[in-house]
C-alpha cells in the first residue's frame, strides 16, 4: 500500500510541475498570440478591401462569420466576409471580399490545418487569383476543370473543394443582401 | 563506449529512421519540402535533447511501473512550450509545420530514446544521444525531402516563412515538367522504400567486408 501511495506521489509531482511549467509559458505566450491573429486579420482585411474602406461590421449567418461593408463616400460598394469551410486538415477559415453583385475582388486563407505543401498552397495569393473577377456573370469555379490551369491545385482537391465552395456561397450571400 | 560514439551513432550506424526505423509518420508526411524538414528536424532536435536529459535526470527517481506515464507527460510538456512558443514568436514556422508540431509528442524516436537510453545512461551521454539521433532524424528528413522536391517539383525550398522571405532553388528542366507522384504520399513510401534498400545494401557489404 504505502508502495502504491509513494509511485502514485511521484507521478503527481510530475504532473504538478509541467502543468505549472505549462502555465507560465501559457500566460506568457498568450497576448503575444492574440495579437499575432489580431495583426493578421487586420492586415489581411486591408490587402483584399480592393482601395475601399471597411465600413461597420455586422453579423453573418451559417458559414458566414461576419460580414464588413466596403464603403466609398459613405456608399456601400461591396463586403467582406469572414467564411468559413471544411478543408483536408479540419475546418478553415477565409476572408474574402466582393462587389455588391457577387464578384470575387480578393480573397486570403486565413486558419487552416492543411497539409504543407499540398493543401497549404492555399494560402498564396496566387491561389486565390485563381478565383478573382468570378462570382457576378461567370460563376466562381467549383471543379479543378474550369481552371486555366487545373494542375496547380492538383493534389490538394479536398483543399480547393472547400475553398471555392466557401467562396461560391459568400457570393451567394453577398447576392442576397441586395446592396444593404 | 566513448562519448563521440554515442554522438555520431545516430547518424549512420543507428540511424534512427533507415536503422531502427522508428518516427516513420513525420518523416512520410512532412517531406514535401526541404524547409518543413528543417523546421520538423530542429523541433525534434529540442524536444529529444530537453526529454532525455530530464528523463536522465530522473532515472532513479521515477519508478520503474510508471515510467511511460512520466515520460508520456515531461515530453508532452516539452513539445506545448515548443508549440506555443513558436506559435507566438515566429508564426510563420508554426503555421508552416501545421498539424506536424503537436505529432511530435508521438514520434517514437523521443520514447524509444528515452526508454531505450536515456533511464540506463549518464546526463551528459544521453544529451549527445539526443543531439547524434535529432541530428541524424534531420539529416534523414532532409536527405528524403531533397529527393521528393527535386523530382515533385523541380526546386529546393530552403527558406520559406512568408511571401517576401523566401529562398527557393529552381532546377531547371524539372520545374516544367515535375513527376509530381513524388510529392503525394505514394512518393514518400517510394522514397522511403529505396532508400531502405540502399541503407541494407550498404551494411550487408561492410558486415561482409568486416
New interface residues.
Given amino acids: 500500500m504505502k508502495q502504491y501511495l509513494k509511485i502514485a506521489l511521484i507521478l503527481f509531482a510530475i504532473c504538478a510541475v509541467a502543468a505549472a511549467l505549462l502555465a507560465v509559458v501559457n500566460a506568457v505566450t498568450a497576448p503575444q498570440i492574440a495579437a499575432n491573429a489580431l495583426k493578421e486579420t487586420s492586415a489581411a482585411l486591408m490587402d483584399i478591401s480592393g482601395g475601399y474602406d471597411l465600413g461597420e461590421k455586422r453579423e453573418g449567418d451559417g458559414n458566414v462569420n461576419y460580414v464588413i461593408t466596403l464603403v466609398e463616400n459613405k456608399e456601400i460598394k461591396g463586403y467582406v466576409l469572414e467564411l468559413t469551410s471544411n478543408g483536408y486538415g479540419g475546418p478553415i477559415t477565409l476572408v474574402a471580399s466582393y462587389k455588391t453583385d457577387g464578384e470575387l475582388i480578393g480573397a486570403k486563407m486565413m486558419a487552416n490545418s492543411e497539409t504543407p505543401g499540398l493543401g497549404k498552397k492555399s494560402e498564396e495569393s496566387w491561389y486565390m487569383a485563381q478565383f478573382v473577377g468570378f462570382g457576378a456573370t461567370a460563376p466562381i469555379p467549383t471543379s479543378k476543370n474550369d481552371l486555366a490551369d487545373p494542375s496547380l491545385v492538383s493534389g490538394a482537391t479536398v483543399t480547393f473543394t472547400g475553398v471555392s465552395g466557401a467562396l461560391k456561397n459568400g457570393s451567394e450571400y453577398v447576392k442576397s443582401l441586395g446592396g444593404k | 563506449m566513448s562519448h563521440t560514439k554515442e554522438l555520431t551513432k545516430g547518424i549512420f550506424k543507428e540511424n534512427p529512421v533507415f536503422i531502427i526505423m522508428l518516427g516513420m509518420c513525420p518523416t512520410l ?2 517531406t ?2 526541404v524547409f ?1 524538414a528543417i523546421g520538423m528536424g530542429a523541433g525534434v532536435i529540442f524536444v529529444l535533447l530537453c526529454s532525455n536529459i530530464i528523463i536522465s535526470l ?1 532515472r532513479k ?3 520503474d ?2 515510467r511511460i ?2 515520460y508520456i ?2 515530453i ?2 516539452f513539445v ?2 515548443v508549440e ?2 513558436m ?3 515566429v ?1 510563420a514556422v508554426y ?6 508540431l503537436p505529432l511530435i509528442v508521438v514520434n517514437c524516436i523521443i520514447l524509444g530514446r528515452a526508454e531505450a537510453f536515456a533511464n540506463k545512461n549518464t546526463v551528459l551521454d544521453s544529451a549527445l544521444d539526443a543531439i547524434g539521433m535529432g541530428v541524424g532524424f534531420t539529416l534523414s528528413l532532409i536527405l528524403i525531402a531533397a529527393i521528393r522536391e527535386i523530382l515533385g ?1 523541380g526546386q529546393i525550398t530552403l527558406i520559406n516563412l512568408s ?1 517576401s522571405a523566401r529562398v527557393i532553388i529552381s532546377i531547371p528542366g524539372l520545374k516544367d515538367s515535375p513527376i ?1 507522384v513524388m ?2 504520399a505514394a512518393g514518400a513510401l517510394l522514397v522511403m522504400g529505396y532508400l531502405k534498400a540502399l541503407f541494407n545494401w550498404m551494411g550487408d557489404r561492410k558486415a561482409k567486408r568486416g
Wanted: hydrophobic fraction near 45%; proline fraction near 8%; charged fraction near 5%.
Fill in positions: 508526411g512532412v514535401t519540402q518543413n530522473l527517481v521515477i519508478p511501473s510508471i506515464p512520466s507527460v515531461i508532452a510538456s506545448t512550450i506555443m512558443v506559435h507566438a514568436y508564426p503555421s508552416a509545420l501545421g498539424v506536424y517539383a511571401e509530381r510529392t503525394l
